[in-house]
């Protein structure tokens, strides 16, 4: 499968984005998604996944208010909401699909990425 990563772009603090994950092929629901994100000098880090039927999702503590996933396996596409945005959450955010069961948080348990999409929060 092929991903690719949309949506990014300069919003003020307390903004909102939307973040699109775009799969190729016809077997998307077969794959579970996560949306991770490196800032510059940092580690890529877990933000959230979510299941391959869409029914259960995951968030990273620090993101379960103001961030949520979603997915339309009809449009093959995975959705990061993006509410109340802070400066430290500039960084570039990537999808990620995985085949297994299971939505891991380790970047090393996914097999497919997306090219990135930069997201910049301004003060």
């Known amino acids: 499968v092929q991903l690719q990563a949309s949506g990014g772009g300069l919003v003020q603090a307390g903004g909102s984005l939307r973040l699109s994950c775009v799969a190729s092929g016809r077997t998307f629901s077969r794959y579970s998604v996560a949306w991770f994100r490196q800032a510059p000098e940092k580690e890529r880090e877990f933000v959230a996944a979510?299941?391959?039927?869409?029914?259960?999702?995951y968030r990273a503590d620090s993101m379960k208010g103001p961030f949520t996933i979603s997915r339309d396996n009809a449009k093959n596409t995975v959705y990061l909401q993006m509410n109340s945005l802070k400066t430290e959450d500039t960084a570039v955010y990537y999808c990620?699909?995985?085949?297994?069961?299971?939505?891991?948080?380790?970047?090393?348990?996914?097999?497919?990425w997306g090219q990135g999409t930069q997201v910049t929060v301004s003060s």
């Open positions: 990620a699909a995985r085949l297994a069961s299971g939505v891991p948080q380790r970047t090393d348990q996914y097999d497919y």
């Open positions: 979510i299941s391959r039927s869409g029914l259960s999702t």
